[in-house]
């Protein structure tokens, strides 16, 4: 019984972090691509800063209104969402890091081009594909859509009367995670399955869950808002649900959040050893937010937690890690 239960804990700590013996990370010299705004409702602009929050440079990607910065997973390219046109597009844009701290966008390209709003992009593990919501279908509801970037096809993944938000490829290219608001329910979070087309609830609560994304080991990290409204938290859990319950098996939070503090678009590093997220300290977890970076060790959340841009009053609604691997072949299953 000891070896089973000392197995089972050195399996949760994997999954959690990946492998425990993994060198030092530096962190001052990985990248972050974030999105930065004066104020929420404000233009939004494309930055990138290293991974201690030093040498923050704004973006030029040729016109403003721009934000939800997403890496290919080579690290090569840059997707994101644009207004310029008057609505909501993706784009893509290949990065040169200028060697000062400085970086240039070149081959920019518009990747859609509909009349309804495109946001959310997502790179699939292969580079082949990038995931995106969009009300093109009916412009009540949004949908999950994917983009062929080697011709621009778009095709549907999900469909129906829902808000279907924030898409997120697994590691493997076989799932999708996604936030979905059904009437007037609160956002639960669901992973459509590639290959039977099977959309999987895995949160059923009285409040909003949202903004998931995929840990290494393929778990899910989520926000997770209070029952009294007062504060949003990070939780991790599997990405299936055993027993039908309609829920992620083997729950447990990640961030503790204070009153007035909202954790929310979490995204792990690429070894799982810490997680990106915006904290928000407005109520209802609007307004002014900064960038934050936790560390795990060992499966433990470490303190303190970092704040990586430390700014006063401006709206930084999301970041996402650069990604320096390789574009992998995609799994069916």
């Known amino acids: 019984m000891r070896s089973l239960a000392l197995g089972l804990t050195l399996?949760?700590?994997?999954?959690?972090?990946?492998?425990?013996?993994?060198?030092?990370?530096?962190?001052?010299?990985?990248?972050?691509?974030?999105?930065?705004?004066?104020?929420?409702?404000g233009t939004n602009h494309l930055w990138i800063m290293n991974g201690d929050g030093s040498g923050q440079s704004q973006l030029n990607v040729g016109a403003d209104g721009n934000g939800a910065l997403t890496w290919s997973p080579d690290g090569n390219y840059i997707a994101f969402e644009s207004a310029r046109d008057g609505n909501l597009e993706i784009y893509t844009a290949r990065i040169v890091d200028n060697g000062d701290e400085t970086y240039s966008a070149q081959d920019i390209q518009r990747r859609t081009t509909d009349l309804a709003d495109d946001a959310f992009p997502a790179w699939s593990s292969d580079c082949g594909l990038?995931?995106?919501?969009s009300n093109r279908a009916n412009r009540k509801y949004h949908n999950i859509f994917q983009l062929d970037v080697n011709n621009n096809n778009v095709a549907p993944i999900t469909s129906g009367d829902y808000e279907d938000l924030s898409p997120s490829w697994s590691p493997d290219g076989s799932k999708i995670a996604?936030?979905?608001?059904?009437?007037?329910?609160?956002?639960?979070?669901?992973?459509?399955?590639?290959?039977?087309?099977?959309?999987?609830?895995?949160?059923?609560?009285?409040?909003?869950?949202t903004d998931p994304s995929w840990s290494p080991s393929g778990r899910i990290v989520f926000a997770r808002h209070s029952e009294d409204?007062?504060?949003?938290?990070l939780f991790l859990m599997d990405a299936v649900d055993a027993n039908g319950d309609g829920y992620g098996d083997h729950l447990e939070p990640i961030s503790t959040p204070n009153a007035n503090q909202y954790d929310q678009?979490?995204?792990?590093?690429?070894?799982?050893?810490?997680?990106?997220?915006?904290?928000?300290?407005?109520?209802?977890?609007?307004?002014?937010?900064?960038?934050?970076?936790?560390l795990i060790q060992d499966g433990t959340v470490m303190e303190p937690l970092s704040n990586l841009t430390q700014t006063n009053g401006l709206y930084q609604p999301g970041a996402t890690w650069k990604r320096n691997g390789i574009c992998a072949k995609k799994v069916t299953q």
């Open 178 to 209: 996604f936030t979905r608001k059904v009437g007037d329910a609160p956002q639960e979070i669901y992973v459509h399955v590639m290959s039977s087309g099977r959309d999987i609830r895995l949160t059923n609560n009285s409040v909003n869950d």
């Open 130 to 133: 990038l995931a995106f919501s």
């Open 229 to 233: 409204g007062s504060r949003a938290a």
């Open 265 to 294: 678009k979490p995204e792990y590093f690429r070894d799982g050893r810490a997680i990106l997220f915006l904290r928000s300290q407005e109520p209802g977890g609007g307004g002014h937010g900064d960038i934050w970076r936790l």
């Open 11 to 41: 399996a949760i700590i994997v999954s959690l972090t990946g492998c425990p013996s993994s060198p030092t990370v530096k962190w001052a010299t990985e990248k972050i691509g974030f999105t930065r705004a004066p104020q929420l409702g």
